[in-house]
């Protein structure tokens, strides 16, 4: 069993950084790909960004490419979504989720663990 829970949301202007941040629980974690998605009011979960096992591959979306940044910590057990150039169309609950797979995928239900969300909103 895994259990995830982020942390680093908040409020920014336009144009701002934000770094948010996935502890995860579970000695299984650092074979696991994690990954970012969002969810807007009114729209449906979107994926944002997910790496690798190893941390050596990652994938973006196109709408976050160049902007922002994903990485892991094996020994600190936790993923970052390091979140530059913020737009308010930006502006989401940010979900970290964990899969039982090493390779890093776009799709939500190639995960198998979710935490609870944080709040990001980017005012303009």
């Known amino acids: 069993q895994v259990q995830l829970a982020e942390s680093g949301g908040g409020l920014v202007q336009a144009g701002g950084s934000l770094r948010l941040s996935c502890a995860a629980s579970?000695?299984?974690?650092?074979?696991?790909?994690m990954g970012w998605f969002r969810q807007a009011p009114g729209k449906e979960r979107e994926f944002v960004a997910a790496?690798?096992?190893?941390?050596?591959?990652?994938y973006y979306a196109d709408s976050v490419k160049d902007r922002f940044t994903i990485s892991r910590d094996k020994a600190k057990n936790t993923v970052y979504l390091q979140m530059n150039s913020l737009k308010p169309e930006d502006t989401a609950v940010y979900y970290c989720?964990?899969?039982?797979?090493?390779?890093?995928?776009?799709?939500?239900?190639?995960?198998?663990?979710w935490g609870q969300g944080t709040q990001v909103t980017v005012s303009s």
């Open positions: 989720a964990a899969a039982r797979r090493v390779h890093e995928s776009s799709s939500f239900r190639s995960y198998d663990y």
């Open positions: 790496i690798n096992w190893s941390g050596g591959s990652t």
């Open positions: 579970g000695r299984t974690f650092s074979s696991y790909a």
